[in-house]
């Protein structure tokens, strides 16, 4: 039995298939795809369940909390859980472990990427969009906002790439 | 058939999202080192699948669009927020370099074993509510609507279609070339580069 690891897509092959799946998409369901519209949405149940605070009727989460979580995003976001389960499975790359920065101790691992998160979760607020929902998805139709989504998500990353080179290297 | 089916139900939802978790797995985004790799330069992968995705969703909406298939008045095309688009593509950027993924490759990285992703996803809540606390301060100013609804790049450059089509794929052809086989570090002046012209195209 051969156990290593499948080789990856070619990357053009892997984002012609990204940009049809994309284009099926918005031709199926009027939009592109998203990730943070699910994550927002649950984060609005939970927090609301331990900080009534923070979803109060005026507030940004109210009226995700309002609404069920019974919404195509949830459903894509799930559909997206499963197929990069099948196919980590499929390509014999599927491995428990804590990944990060390869020197870093686990404690850091752990807080850099729940740092990264925060991040990563404010931005896409602000935006309305993360790199799939905004990036990817409204540069597709070549929107100004996609594109301009992108310019400070490359500049800000290599900029920031930079400064944290000595820990992923 | 009238495009789009409209259909946004659960059936929809895991089929599209399936694709979507494949593509992302196989293209190696469940890999935090790839992505940051992509920030120093490294590794082109990133850029050249999202950009190949972009080209090609974007060839075909326009493509459909002439031939009368769809309207994009019809489909979901955001509008500018200057400082909110901008604040957010940074901020996203930062969760790149810092924590290793986006919110998309998280998913795609939990589910093929990665357990920091899991807390990259919790970080993704409370940066949530972060912003759900700051709204009533910066909600004025990250929402603050720049030029027109649904502004498009045609209308921005007063360029048809098929030209900033053209002038996208150039940037990809180009990168993709001077980025090919063997990936060896890139030398200095390229990397310094090569983002600036896309950037500099793009804009």
């Given at each position: 039995?051969?156990?290593?690891?499948?080789?990856?897509?070619?990357?053009?092959?892997?984002?012609?298939?990204?940009?049809?799946?994309?284009?099926?998409?918005?031709?199926v369901t009027?939009?592109?795809?998203?990730?943070?519209?699910?994550?927002?949405?649950?984060?609005?149940?939970?927090?609301?369940?331990?900080?009534?605070?923070?979803?109060?009727?005026?507030?940004?989460?109210?009226?995700?909390?309002?609404?069920?979580?019974?919404?195509w995003?949830?459903w894509e976001?799930?559909?997206?859980?499963?197929?990069?389960?099948?196919?980590?499975?499929?390509?014999?790359?599927?491995?428990?472990?804590?990944?990060?920065?390869?020197?870093?101790?686990?404690?850091?691992?752990?807080?850099?990427?729940?740092?990264?998160?925060?991040?990563?979760?404010?931005?896409?607020?602000?935006?309305?969009?993360?790199?799939?929902?905004?990036?990817?998805?409204?540069?597709?139709?070549?929107?100004?906002?996609?594109?301009?989504?992108?310019?400070?998500?490359?500049?800000?990353?290599?900029?920031?790439?930079?400064?944290?080179?000595?820990?992923?290297? | 058939?009238?495009?789009?089916l409209?259909n946004t139900g659960i059936l929809s939802g895991l089929v599209l999202?399936?694709?979507?978790?494949?593509?992302?797995?196989?293209?190696?985004?469940?890999?935090?080192?790839?992505?940051?790799?992509?920030?120093?330069?490294?590794?082109?992968?990133?850029?050249?699948?999202?950009?190949?995705?972009?080209?090609?969703?974007?060839?075909?909406?326009?493509?459909?669009?002439?031939?009368?298939?769809?309207?994009?008045?019809?489909?979901?095309?955001?509008?500018?927020?200057?400082?909110?688009?901008?604040?957010?593509?940074?901020?996203?950027?930062?969760?790149?370099?810092?924590?290793?993924?986006?919110?998309?490759?998280?998913?795609?990285?939990?589910?093929?074993?990665?357990?920091?992703?899991?807390?990259?996803?919790?970080?993704?809540?409370?940066?949530?509510?972060?912003?759900?606390?700051?709204?009533?301060?910066?909600?004025?100013?990250?929402?603050?609507?720049?030029?027109?609804?649904?502004?498009?790049?045609?209308?921005?450059?007063?360029?048809?279609?098929?030209?900033?089509?053209?002038?996208?794929?150039?940037?990809?052809?180009?990168?993709?070339?001077?980025?090919?086989?063997?990936?060896?570090?890139?030398?200095?002046?390229?990397?310094?580069?090569?983002?600036?012209?896309?950037?500099?195209?793009?804009?």
């Amino acid at each position: 039995m051969n156990n290593t690891a499948k080789p990856l897509w070619n990357p053009y092959v892997a984002g012609g298939i990204l940009g049809l799946g994309l284009l099926a998409t918005f031709l199926v369901t009027g939009h592109g795809l998203g990730v943070t519209g699910a994550t927002t949405a649950l984060t609005a149940k939970v927090s609301g369940q331990i900080a009534p605070g923070t979803v109060a009727p005026h507030s940004y989460l109210g009226t995700y909390f309002k609404h069920s979580l019974n919404i195509w995003v949830v459903w894509e976001v799930i559909g997206l859980m499963l197929g990069a389960l099948g196919a980590s499975l499929y390509g014999r790359r599927f491995k428990l472990k804590i990944d990060g920065p390869p020197h870093a101790s686990v404690m850091v691992r752990i807080g850099l990427a729940t740092l990264g998160g925060l991040f990563s979760g404010f931005g896409a607020r602000a935006a309305m969009g993360c790199a799939s929902g905004m990036g990817l998805s409204g540069s597709a139709p070549l929107a100004v906002a996609g594109f301009l989504f992108l310019i400070g998500f490359f500049a800000a990353g290599v900029l920031f790439g930079q400064i944290s080179k000595g820990l992923w290297s | 058939m009238n495009f789009p089916l409209g259909n946004t139900g659960i059936l929809s939802g895991l089929v599209l999202g399936l694709i979507f978790g494949v593509v992302l797995e196989n293209a190696g985004f469940g890999t935090p080192c790839k992505t940051t790799a992509q920030l120093q330069f490294k590794d082109w992968t990133v850029f050249k699948v999202m950009f190949t995705a972009i080209i090609v969703a974007a060839i075909g909406l326009y493509t459909l669009q002439a031939l009368g298939v769809v309207a994009l008045s019809n489909l979901f095309v955001p509008s500018v927020y200057f400082w909110g688009t901008l604040i957010g593509g940074v901020g996203v950027g930062i969760g790149m370099a810092v924590g290793g993924y986006c919110p998309g490759t998280s998913m795609a990285s939990l589910f093929s074993g990665r357990i920091d992703a899991l807390f990259f996803l919790v970080g993704i809540g409370l940066g949530t509510i972060v912003f759900d606390l700051l709204y009533p301060l910066i909600g004025h100013i990250v929402y603050a609507q720049t030029g027109p609804d649904a502004w498009t790049l045609p209308q921005l450059l007063h360029l048809p279609g098929w030209a900033v089509l053209a002038l996208l794929t150039a940037v990809l052809v180009s990168v993709g070339y001077l980025t090919r086989a063997k990936q060896s570090p890139a030398s200095p002046s390229r990397s310094v580069e090569s983002p600036l012209t896309i950037a500099i195209k793009q804009s």
